[in-house]
T-cell receptor, first 114, second 115 residues
Framework: AQSVTQLGSHVSVSEGALVLLRCNYSSSVPPYLFWYVQYPNQGLQLLLKYTSAATLVKGINGFEAEFKKSETSFHLTKPSAHMSDAAEYFCAVSFNQAGTALIFGKGTTLSVSS | DVKVTQSSRYLVKRTGEKVFLECVQD?????MFWYRQDPGLGLRLIYF???????EKGDIPEGYSVSREKKERFSLILESASTNQTSMYLCASNTRDARRNSPLHFGNGTRLTVT
């Protein structure tokens, strides 16, 4: 069965520290992978997406993610955290090209302290 | 920019009431979705629609129905609201164009409280 796992429901970092949010998936077909961010009282916004053109994907706000097929992972990183990065982050995997079979992870809340 | 608009940000309804949540998108997307979001459970798909008058059940359709009479509008209906339907409801849309592997575009959500 297809699934998405985000390791750690809550991650805390200091301002300026590395951000690493983990996402693993299981799939029997090549997946399409996404990261979304949700700020308080808002909907989800797309951070970045993997579409097989390159394994390292750059997104908005300085975030990037690397697709590692051997590890079935798509971890999200940012070299230096900013206070404004505090939000909830969701990894999502699409298993069909019609865009109707999307599975979300349970989310990771990122806290940034000064 | 794609705009997905949900008609209400906050709703308070009584148990047993019929509740309508409305969603409109302006990008001519074929696919539209309704999710509910609860702490610790992430996003769970209630229903989706891939064309006008077409609908498919998601993971948790019980207690809900949907309507899509026009391409741009997708409504979620709670026939008889119950307290366990208190939640954040998110509408989303994307295109079915396979070449683009379109990401979902979300509305800002409707926080529904059933008392």
């Amino acid at each position: 069965a297809q699934s998405v796992t985000q390791l750690g429901s809550h991650v805390s970092v200091s301002e300026g520290a590395l951000v690493l949010l983990r996402c693993n998936y299981s799939s029997s077909v090549p997946p399409y992978l996404f990261w979304y961010v949700q700020y308080p009282n808002q909907g989800l916004q797309l951070l970045l997406k993997y579409t097989s053109a390159a394994t390292l994907v750059k997104g908005i706000n300085g975030f990037e993610a690397e697709f590692k097929k051997s590890e079935t992972s798509f971890h999200l990183t940012k070299p230096s955290a900013h206070m404004s990065d505090a939000a909830e982050y969701f990894c999502a995997v699409s298993f069909n090209q019609a865009g109707t079979a999307l599975i979300f992870g349970k989310g990771t809340t990122l806290s940034v302290s000064s | 920019d794609v705009k997905v608009t949900q008609s209400s940000r906050y709703l308070v309804k009584r148990t047993g009431e019929k509740v309508f949540l409305e969603c409109v998108q302006d990008m001519d997307h074929e696919n539209m979705f309704w999710y509910r979001q609860d702490p610790g459970l992430g996003l769970r798909l209630i229903y989706f629609s891939y064309d006008v008058k077409m609908k498919e059940k998601g993971d948790i359709p019980e207690g809900y129905s949907v309507s899509r009479e026009k391409k741009e509008r997708f409504s979620l209906i709670l026939e008889s609201a119950s307290t366990n339907q208190t939640s954040m409801y998110l509408c989303a849309s994307n295109t079915r164009d396979a070449r683009r592997n379109s990401p979902l575009h979300f509305g800002n959500g409707t926080r529904l409280t059933v008392t």
